[in-house]
């Protein structure tokens, strides 16, 4: 093979054009219509030939065209306007600009970022909340940094075999034709991040620079002549590889992160991260290396993991154990010890953090969840739902609690709709009045004043929407037919697929088997009857990407495409292949219902049927994630679940029938339900609701809002009373203090309750007085925290909804015994129980299990 050397010749504009340069740098362009028209109207035919991407559309013009532009006043007049307006969203007050007390920057790790389709780095729902987490910060002015790798394949692309198995190809990505700048030394040669790796080896890594509004996105790149082979491909695309692959992305991603984060502060003078977030697991190392950093500086190891803790959110996304990140132990101590061991991070420390010691555990393995969350102070699932799942999940971590006191908090995920909402829906609202400005803006869309937009208004949109994505459903099938060897003979039939009059349900998302892409084919006879039916049909458009190494995956999508290409449903569904931003964005609005039928409870949260919401769809789902929290009956339809029944084939079977029975009785009644002016009111009526209740509670906006409030501010308060005292003192007392009451809480426990009289029969209102007779060894009564835990006593003769309340410290005595006391009200009818506790207390802690520590009343 002959070696290509490729080198891509950047577009040089004319002065008066000049400004597109930033705005086709700028990923604002991705949501920020206008910006995008701008670019169409330069030319249009070189628009979609970009595949309205401004940057490669800029390397399309010719020098001519480009001087021609430029003696265009008014093309230079809306360049100059377009390039105002974007200085004045970067520069301007914002939502965050009117906050007090919150952090001067915040780093956001993630391995992926779904941030436009013109910079593949994703492969689903975490990238794409990772992406939309960065584009409402910008809109919100929350100052982030986002840190990621730079994958040279992205994830993948799929296409499908003539007999209907996954294909995938890795197109290379040409940096240099991406949005996106190398940090650069003063002196202009590229800045380099290293990490060390075993055998003496090092791993190094350019940084490329995205910016997404006003959040710089730092991603790391290990194709770069100073790394050996295999080192170049470290970073090559996106969980694909062997364990050992994905280690060392892992290492690169949190270590190399930081330092990159570091020489980013050097080069442009940003202030440096007061908290470190990590969107999932694969980033944990950073916590690491930040320990290496503070230990460098002097502290110990375990004084800087207190610095880190305090300065650090991790956010967990899965109940499915296999999306969680384990590695061996061995290979943990590989990379971290041995010859790639340093000072002060010590591999036994490492290994402590992830280790699975707790039941059910497996002693040779390293969890990078577990390590996420003792390195994090704060941590959350992400949907109410997931909250409790996440606590049950993670209860092992620390013992003699109840897992509802377990520490991990949820912020339920929400979508940035700027770019997910179809503008056409935007104009309708805006035409009523209810969008200001630009409506990016926090709270500019008012989505209650959708009350006011006339039924035939929604209606002529909906079907609108519903053409569109017809005739976008008709050219993918046609090229997918093509690929997949059929000649354009045999595909006549494709201009008439699908109706834009026919109510169209989708279903897109990745296809690992907790979705069950398959569950609508578990009576095909009666999937057929519904696309079918004479008068009130359905059609089906299927999208999804298998993992390349899930060959289950793979089998399930075959599945889908045998039914779907038999002569006589292939008109009324599909399997779209290449699931990626592109093809959502016009998916969404286009469907009149958007499907979800996961296995209860292993769906975090989800993101598509918020999606569908804000363009007007009605949700079907399973009441699993975001729907469980937020569906009310008025906004589409539960899918009833039978949970408990433990025969996974008999339960798809009974969700399955449920299903079909919903989408003939229930959806598919009301969509054809037309009254004299041929309008389905009752439908446009749980639209119009859903766009009112739904709009304002699916927002990125309130998700990144609710982070700043709930999490990073408090993480920012923590860490400046760990660290702005001189010295880290506060790290260092708080240290000192652990130890000593890890040390000596063998002695502490609780020697003796005694209760006041009640009356015979005790009512509501009536006073109980208790007092507790406590050892505390060489523990003052400061250090601890006495708590009367009180409830109902449930059948099992537990205790049930339990409340905590503080006893005070009343007497001490000999021999460090003490007595505390506490006076609580019965506010509750029935059996009533009680029961004391010791736990550990201190202003830095945040939750009462943080130590697992606990002595209760025998
Ligand atoms: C929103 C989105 C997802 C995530 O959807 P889920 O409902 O969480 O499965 C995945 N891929 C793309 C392209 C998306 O836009």
């Known amino acids: 093979m002959r070696a290509i050397r490729r080198f891509t010749v950047r577009t040089v504009l004319p002065e008066p054009l000049a400004p597109l340069g930033e705005l086709a740098l700028n990923l604002r362009w991705s949501w920020h219509a206008p910006t995008r028209e701008l670019f169409a109207s330069l030319d249009a035919r070189k628009w979609v030939e970009a595949r309205e991407e401004p940057a490669r559309m800029l390397g399309l013009l010719t020098p001519e065209e480009l001087e021609a532009l430029a003696g265009d006043t008014a093309v230079v007049a809306r360049v100059r306007a377009a390039s105002q307006e974007l200085d004045e969203y970067l520069t301007s007050d914002r939502w965050y600009q009117h906050q007090s007390d919150v952090p001067r920057t915040v780093a956001y790790f993630s391995p992926e970022f779904g941030i436009a389709a013109a910079l593949p780095q994703y492969s689903g729902g975490l990238g794409i909340l990772a992406g939309d987490h960065l584009k409402s910060a910008s809109d919100l002015g929350v100052p982030i940094v986002g840190v990621g790798l730079f994958y040279k394949t992205g994830y993948f692309k799929q296409s499908l075999s003539r007999d209907g198995w996954q294909q995938e190809t890795y197109p290379v990505l040409d940096p240099d034709g991406l949005p996106m700048t190398l940090l ?130 991790f956010t967990t996304h899965t109940p499915v154990p296999a999306g969680i990140d384990r590695f ?119 989505w209650a004043s959708v009350g006011d937009i006339p039924d035939e208004e929604i209606w002529a949109l909906r079907r609108t929407l519903r053409e569109q994505l017809v005739v976008e459903a008709r050219r993918r099938v046609r090229r997918s037919w093509l690929t997949r060897g059929a000649s354009p003979a045999e595909l006549g039939w494709i201009e008439d697929a699908f109706d834009p009059d026919v109510l169209t349900i989708g279903f897109a998302r990745r296809v690992p088997t907790y979705k069950r892409l398959t569950l609508m084919l578990r009576d095909p006879e009666r999937l057929r009857s519904l696309l079918l039916h004479p008068t009130r049909p359905v059609q089906l458009i299927v999208a999804g990407k298998s993992h390349p190494a899930d060959e289950q995956g793979k089998r399930l999508i075959q599945q ?94 009974l969700e399955a029938a449920a299903l079909y029975d919903l989408i003939e009785n229930s959806v598919a009644a009301r969509f054809y339900d037309r009254d004299a002016q041929g309008l389905p009111r009752r439908w446009l009526q749980m639209v119009r609701h859903t766009l009112a209740t739904l709009g304002p509670k699916v927002l990125a906006d309130r998700m990144v809002a609710d ?26 007392e708080l240290a000192a203090w652990k130890k000593t009451v890890v040390q000596h809480w063998h002695s502490v426990r609780v020697d003796h309750v005694e209760s006041g ?55 001490s005595y000999e021999g460090g015994r003490h007595k505390f006391t506490a006076t609580v009200g019965l506010r509750r009818t029935g059996a009533f129980g009680y029961t004391v506790r010791v736990l550990p207390a201190h202003p830095a802690l945040t939750s009462p299990a943080e130590m697992g520590l606990v002595a209760n009343a025998g």
């Open 757 to 811: 009289d009640l009356a015979d029969s005790p009512q509501v209102g009536d006073q109980l007085r208790v007092d507790a007779y406590v050892s505390l060894g060489d523990l003052g009564p400061q250090d601890v925290s006495v708590q009367l835990v009180h409830g109902r006593v449930n059948e099992a003769d537990a205790l049930a909804d339990t409340v905590s309340a503080p006893l005070e410290h009343a007497e």
């Open 184 to 313: 650069r030394e003063e002196d202009g040669t590229a800045a380099t991040v290293t990490v060390g790796l075993p055998g003496g080896r090092e791993l190094h890594a350019h940084v490329w620079r995205a910016q997404v509004g006003r959040v710089p996105l730092l991603m790391l790149d290990s194709d770069i002549p100073t790394n050996d082979e295999r080192a170049r491909t470290v970073t090559d695309r996106l969980y694909g590889g062997s364990k050992e692959h994905r280690l060392q992305q892992e290492m690169l991603l949190g270590i190399g992160g930081v330092r990159a984060l570091r020489l980013f502060a050097r080069l442009t003078g940003s202030p440096a991260p007061e908290v470190f977030h990590s969107n999932e697991g694969h980033a944990g190392f950073l916590g690491i290396e930040r320990i290496r950093e503070l230990t460098s500086e002097g502290l110990d190891f375990d004084e800087a993991l207190e610095s880190v803790r305090a300065g650090t959110v």
């Open 560 to 653: 889908v495409i045998r039914f779907a290409d038999a002569h006589d449903v292939r008109h009324r569904i599909a399997f779209l292949p290449n699931y990626d931003i592109a093809m959502a964005q016009s998916l969404y609005p286009g469907c009149d219902v958007w499907l979800n039928n996961p296995l209860r409870p292993l769906e975090a949260c989800g993101t598509s049927g918020m999606k569908s919401a804000l363009n007007g769809g009605l949700n079907l789902s399973i009441l699993d994630g975001w729907w469980d929290e937020w569906y009310d009956g008025e906004n589409g339809w539960a899918i009833p679940t039978a949970d408990g029944v433990d025969d996974p084939d008999h339960r798809d079977d």
């Open 328 to 446: 061996g132990r061995d290979q943990i101590e590989t990379y971290f010890g041995g010859d790639n061991g340093v000072d002060g991070v010590p591999v036994e420390k490492i290994l402590a953090l992830g280790a699975e010691d707790f039941a059910g555990g497996d002693p040779s393995v390293f969890n990078m969840a577990v390590m996420g969350l003792r390195l994090a102070q704060r941590a959350n699932g992400v949907s109410r739902l997931h909250g409790v799942v996440s606590r049950d999940m993670f209860e092992g971590l620390f013992t003699g609690f109840d897992p509802t006191e377990t520490p991990i908090s949820s912020i339920t995920n929400g979508v940035h709709h700027p770019t997910w909402v179809d503008t056409r829906v935007v104009d309708l609202v805006a035409k009523h009045g209810g969008v200001q400005g630009d409506g990016s803006d926090r709270g500019s869309v008012d």
């Open 707 to 732: 982070y700043v409030g709930e999490l990073y501010a408090p993480s920012a308060r923590g860490s400046h009373a760990l660290e702005a005292a001189p010295d880290h003192s506060g790290a260092k």
